[in-house]
């Protein structure tokens, strides 16, 4: 049997696992989800020119999740960021901008602590893109850039509030703009998801 065989069948072996997932997942927080999120970061910057500088930015926006496994999600995203300009030390600045920047991702997340009265603890990350249209402050000047993005979690389910979670997340970002030779954010984020099908289960 040659390599490529092998690793087939060993995904195949691995497939009943997957589709009985949804069993370690609480019924009040499976299948379709609603949700708002918001966050800082602090962004880094450094042209072909100059040196690297911190920006201060946030984002907030809003997401659907539709369930492919119990623990496997794809998500739809809708933001806005700002990231504000840097300072002036050096004799230089970069400037700040802004604008909506939609995105796609999956999302993978496995129980870490259960209590059926009290608290469940989820962990998980979600790894996708982004299309980001920009608009430099105080100027008409528009522009296009994709990003990556990799978004570790805490995923909180307090079952006293029915099919609600709370998150937070340390999201990656790493972004591909043509005018700079690095542009990457580190950030923490919350976001509240809201499951409609969750009150069915708990019914």
């Given at each position: 049997?040659?390599?490529?065989?092998a690793a087939?069948?060993?995904?195949?072996?691995l497939?009943p696992?997957?589709a009985?997932?949804?069993?370690?997942?609480d019924?009040?927080?499976r299948?379709?989800a609603?949700?708002?999120?918001?966050g800082?970061?602090?962004?880094l910057t450094e042209?072909?020119?100059f040196p690297?500088?911190?920006q201060a930015?946030?984002?907030?926006?809003a997401?659907s999740e539709?369930?492919?496994?119990?623990?496997?999600?794809?998500g739809?995203?809708?933001?806005?960021h700002?990231t504000?300009a840097?300072?002036?030390a050096?004799g230089?600045l970069y400037?700040g901008?802004?604008?909506?920047?939609?995105?796609l991702y999956l999302?993978?997340?496995?129980?870490?602590?259960?209590?059926?009265?009290?608290?469940?603890l989820?962990?998980?990350?979600?790894?996708g893109?982004?299309?980001?249209?920009?608009?430099?402050?105080?100027?008409?000047l528009y522009?296009?850039y994709p990003s990556?993005?990799?978004?570790?979690f805490?995923e909180f389910?307090?079952?006293?509030?029915?099919p609600?979670t709370?998150?937070l997340?340390?999201p990656?970002r790493?972004?591909?703009r043509?005018d700079?030779?690095?542009?990457?954010a580190?950030?923490?984020?919350v976001s509240?998801r809201y499951?409609?099908?969750?009150?069915?289960?708990?019914?």
């Amino acid at each position: 049997m040659t390599r490529k065989r092998a690793a087939l069948f060993g995904w195949l072996l691995l497939l009943p696992p997957l589709a009985a997932a949804p069993l370690s997942l609480d019924p009040a927080i499976r299948g379709f989800a609603l949700g708002l999120r918001s966050g800082g970061a602090v962004a880094l910057t450094e042209s072909p020119l100059f040196p690297m500088k911190a920006q201060a930015a946030w984002q907030a926006g809003a997401m659907s999740e539709f369930a492919l496994f119990g623990f496997i999600a794809l998500g739809i995203s809708l933001d806005y960021h700002y990231t504000a300009a840097s300072d002036l030390a050096g004799g230089f600045l970069y400037r700040g901008h802004g604008g909506f920047c939609p995105g796609l991702y999956l999302s993978v997340k496995a129980p870490l602590i259960r209590s059926a009265k009290r608290m469940a603890l989820y962990g998980g990350a979600a790894v996708g893109g982004s299309a980001n249209f920009d608009r430099y402050s105080l100027t008409e000047l528009y522009f296009f850039y994709p990003s990556l993005f990799l978004e570790p979690f805490l995923e909180f389910h307090f079952p006293r509030l029915g099919p609600n979670t709370f998150c937070l997340s340390a999201p990656l970002r790493l972004d591909f703009r043509r005018d700079l030779e690095r542009s990457l954010a580190i950030g923490l984020a919350v976001s509240w998801r809201y499951h409609p099908a969750g009150r069915k289960a708990q019914a």
